[in-house]
C-alpha cells in the first residue's frame, strides 16, 4: 500500500530540502499506521522552475528512493501542476502538500487515521489564519463566502488543497476532463465521505508567495465560473424585472397621453420605445445567459454522477474487477454516464 504526498514546485530552491528532512519522522509515523508493507512516494512536480530547483530535485531522486518528480516544461500554475501529480501518483491515498512547510507534516498520521477509519476525503481545516496578512484573510473569506452562496456544491471554507484523498476520489477526479481546474471546486463536487482535521497554519518557511493578486483573482474567478452558472441567470432576473418596470411605465404614459395630451412634444413615444427595447435586451441577454449557461456545463463532460460502490462488489476485497470507479486508462463502464 503506497501514500503518495505531491508537492507542486516553483522556483522553491530553499524550501525543499527543509521539506524532505521535516516531513520525514511524521511520514514514518502516518506509514506505520497503515501497516507493514506501506511505502511513501514523495512526487515534485516542477512547474517550470526557473532557479535551482530541478537539480535539487535531481540530486534529491539519487539520495532517496521515496522522492520521485515531474517537470512541465513551463509555469502552467499550482491548479495545473497538482493535476499532474494527481494523474502520476500510485499511491491508495494521496495527500497534496505546500512544500513551504504551511501545511504541517504533523496532520499526516492524523490524516491517514481518519482515512484508515473510512472516509474517502479527509479535510485539513486550517482554525488560525493570523499568519496570512489580514488583506489575505479578508479576500479569503470573502471568495468562500461568494462562491457558496452560488455553488451548487458547497465548498468548505478555510480548507485548502492540504487534505488526503482516497484513490477512488483520485481516479473520480482524474476523470474531469476540464481545463479550467479549480481542484478545491472539483474535491468538493466529487463527493464521498469526508472527514476533517483541524490545524493551526504556519508562515512561510523559506522563499516568498507565489501567489499575486492578480492570479489569486484569476483564480476567484476560474472558482466560480466553473462552479455555477449562477452570474449568467443574474441577468435573467434583473432584465426580467426591469422589463416588467418598463412595461409598466410605458402603459402609464400611453394611458396619462391619451387622456391628458401632450405635454412635452415627444417625450412619450421616445420613452415608450427605449424602456421597450432596453426591456426587451436584457431579458433576451438573459435567455441567452441561459443558453450559454447550459453549454458551459455540457463542454465541461463531467459525469453525469459517481458511482461509490455496488452490492456486487460488497466484501469481495479490491480486485481488478471490483473497483467501483474505473482507472484512468481503462474505459469508463456503464456507472459513467455523460450528462
Ligand atoms: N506553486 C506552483 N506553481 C505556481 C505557484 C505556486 O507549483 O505557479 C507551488 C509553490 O511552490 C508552493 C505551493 O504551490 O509549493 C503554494 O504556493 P505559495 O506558498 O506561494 O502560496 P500561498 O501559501 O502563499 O498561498
Ligand atoms: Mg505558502
Partial sequence: MHLSIIIPVFNEQDSIDSFVEAIRPHLARALDCMGEDAKAELLFVDDGSTDRTPEILKALTRRDPQVRFLRLSRNFGKEAALAAGMRRARGAAVVPMDVDLQDPPEVLPQLVEEWLAG????NARRVDRSTDGHFKR????????AINMVSETPIPENVGDFRLLDRTVVDAVNSLGETARFNKGLFAWVGFKVATVDYVRASRHAGETKWRFRRLWGLAIDGITASTTAPLRIWTYVGGATALIAFAYAAF?????????????????IMVSVLMLG???LLSIGILGEYV????KEVRQRPLYIVEGDSDGEGT????????I???????TPQRMRA
Avoid: C
Fill in 279 to 281: 426591456g426587451i435586451q
Fill in 317 to 324: 476485497g479490491p480486485g481488478p474487477d471490483t473497483s467501483p
Fill in 293 to 296: 449557461g447550459r453549454i458551459a
Fill in 253 to 269: 404614459l400611453i394611458l396619462h397621453t391619451l387622456s391628458t395630451g401632450i405635454d412635452v412634444p415627444g417625450y412619450a413615444s
Fill in 119 to 122: 472516509a474517502k476525503v479527509v
Fill in 138 to 145: 479578508l479576500t479569503a473569506n470573502s471568495f468562500y463566502r
Fill in 326 to 332: 474505473a482507472h484512468e486508462d481503462s474505459a469508463w
